[in-house]
Nanobody, 120 residues
Framework: QVQLQESGGGLVQAGGSLRLSCAAS????????RGWFRQAPGKEREFVAA????????NYADSAKGRFSISRDDAKNTVYLQMNSLKPEDTAVYYC?????????????WGQGTQVTVSS
């Protein structure tokens, strides 16, 4: 059974940092595109960041550029999201996801989410 499990969420003050992790099990995701999304209360889920096969093969939402960094450790089947200079508007449930090819529009695998709350 394929599972993605997020961890690392929590409550942090504005300007602080958090590092989210997403551990995969049930299959190897080394060839998959890994992504992070978030959903704030009353809003639709939105893209945050994604990483392809190479460490430099990354892209970010404008809201994340310069503050967030996505990375992966394929030996651990894990992807990370380092979030710095957090703002109250970053408060959301953060989800990790995976898809088998960059050409795919939809992500096939999703985690359950981890809550990030940024206080002002």
């Amino acid at each position: 059974q394929v599972q993605l499990q997020e961890s690392g969420g929590g409550l942090v003050q504005a300007g602080g940092s958090l590092r989210l992790s997403c551990a995969a099990s049930g299959r190897t995701f080394s060839s998959f595109v890994r992504g992070w999304f978030r959903q704030a209360p009353g809003k639709e889920r939105e893209f945050v960041a994604a990483i392809g096969w190479g460490a430099s093969d990354t892209n970010y939402a404008d809201s994340a550029k310069g503050r967030f960094s996505i990375s992966r450790d394929d030996a651990k089947n894990t992807v990370y999201l380092q979030m710095n200079s957090l703002k109250p508007e970053d408060t959301a449930v953060y989800y990790c996801a995976a898809k088998s090819s960059p050409s795919m529009i939809e992500y096939a695998y999703w985690g359950q989410g981890t809550q990030v709350t940024v206080s002002s």
